[in-house]
């Protein structure tokens, strides 16, 4: 009974909208479909890994800036969001070493 | 101290004066937002931590199509994750993982659609995409479920240890595939996101039922769906980097 005094008006969905997300989930599965081919198709190398990475963050560049709209937000949400992850940058660089540090030490070079 | 009082009245439009919420978002989204950055820092601790650990082994040298399980080299994941349901014994290097990725993106596309059908309080819309949403979650979780079972059983043939014993499948200490880490590795990597996963559907189903019983239509607003649609699209946001990090390279 109280649902129908506060009946909420359905405002119509905008068609141009919702084909930008379609358009951003193509985009999403041609970039998965390519890194399976390049899985198959390049031996393991420096290379192959980069390659990897930046589809991966290109992956992420869609999903954060479209499905979850940050794209969208002040740019002091975007930098507050964004510039944290520095550290990840920083954690990256300091294991890896560390990790080729252990390998010399256990293998020898 | 009545004295001390001093109004300063200037118009600096770039300065966050009160009476909005700071930073155009709502409290909710905003934490929401600050949760799941420190929830990205958790996650690339536990990747860096699987690259740290790579690196320190040995990677297998030569031909692809020669590998052999051992436990001296860290394992090619092609070769390890290559099964499939319903498909015994045949070679199909990521093909199910491939799938899975496919259904969790297909699971964020539809969180979105739900998103946007509760900001133009479209209340059946937000049902049926949420609906959706749970349904692409739960088959995630079952695909996990048999992912973990092969991996775990392991292959017919089995792999050997350093003291020449044959191992099938593995658990947190030992097994088939390469070095003990890689196993431990994987059930705490995989099994983190797929927690996120579980936890995420459980939320998801929360909102589902609060909109069915029309609690979010009484609010007059739909923003929890866009709340759990950020928690959402962020373990999908985990998958692509899993993905990319434990199966491909």
Redesign the interface.
Known sequence: M??EN?Q??????DKA??RH??TV?LY??LI?AA??VI??NLD?SII??II??V??IV??YY??S???HLGH??K??KL??LL??I??VW??GA??I???A??TA??GG | MAGSAVVVEENNEKLWQGGTPPMKASYGKLMMWFFLLSDAFTFSSLLVAYGLIRYSHPAFEGDVANFTFSQEYWPIPDMVFNGMPLLHGMHLPLVFVGIMTFILIMSSVTMVLAVEAGQRNDRNAVEKWMLWTILGGLTFLGCQAWEWTHFIVGTDDGGSLLDGSIFYGANLSMNQYGPPNFAALFFFITGFHGFHVFSGVVINFIIFYQTVVGKLEKRGHYEMVEKVGLYWHFVDLVWVFVFTFFYLI
């Open positions: 109280e649902q506060k909420q008006v359905v405002i119509p969905a909208k919702i997300i379609w989930t999403l599965f998965t890194e399976f899985a198959f393991a192959k890994t990897f990475i589809m991966t992956k992420a999903i954060m479209e499905f979850m937000e002040t002091g949400l507050s969001i944290p992850l550290f990840v954690l990256i294991l890896l560390q990790g080729d252990i390998y256990v293998f």
